[in-house]
């Protein structure tokens, strides 16, 4: 058992019948919980090289910043739509029951090494706007992290990049 398991707590039939909710609550309000997640993603990250790392509205914020703060680069925000001022790029995914559309500030990313960060990666819908969003920007994405990967939903398998997950759950 990974030590980071100490701080999930699962919730089950949330929030719909038939959902183990993996809650990562636990671990934010721990000082040192927060200290071995940014050490570990740090580790996992480094080699990869990022310029910037992004991070997936809202819970990627948490983690986004305090990675690249850590790395001595920048951090930039991928919002839900209507979030965000200025000059946007935009994209839309779909969802089981809909769709949703993720939008960033345009920013000039030519040649830039991007990672994207989020809290879970389930079937990969998200994450895998943001890095059309941001290849859309001439961004190289160098990979994708998240905390809890759910690997039964297959979301990794959508990427050509290295997915680093802290935990990984197969229900």
Request: glycine share 8%; with cysteine.
């Amino acid at each position: 058992m990974d030590i980071l398991e100490n701080w999930i707590q699962t919730f089950p039939d949330f929030p719909s019948k038939g959902i183990l909710f993996r809650d990562i609550s636990p671990l934010l309000a721990d000082a040192q919980a927060l200290k071995i997640v940014k050490e570990k993603l740090c580790e996992s990250i480094q080699p990869l090289r990022p310029d910037f790392i992004a991070g997936i509205d809202a819970r990627g914020f948490l983690f986004s910043t305090l990675v690249a703060e850590s790395l001595g680069i920048g951090s930039l925000m991928i919002r839900k739509s209507g979030k965000l001022p200025g000059e946007l790029v935009e994209k839309s995914y779909s969802l089981e029951y809909g769709s949703n559309t993720l939008s960033m500030q345009r920013i000039d990313l030519h040649k830039k090494k991007v990672l994207i960060i989020d809290d879970l990666l389930a079937t990969g819908g998200s994450m895998k706007c943001s890095k059309d969003l941001l290849e859309s920007q001439n961004a190289q994405v160098v990979g994708g992290a998240v905390i809890i990967e759910l690997k039964s939903l297959g979301g990794a398998d959508l990427f050509d990049v290295p997915i680093i997950s802290l935990l990984s759950y197969d229900d």
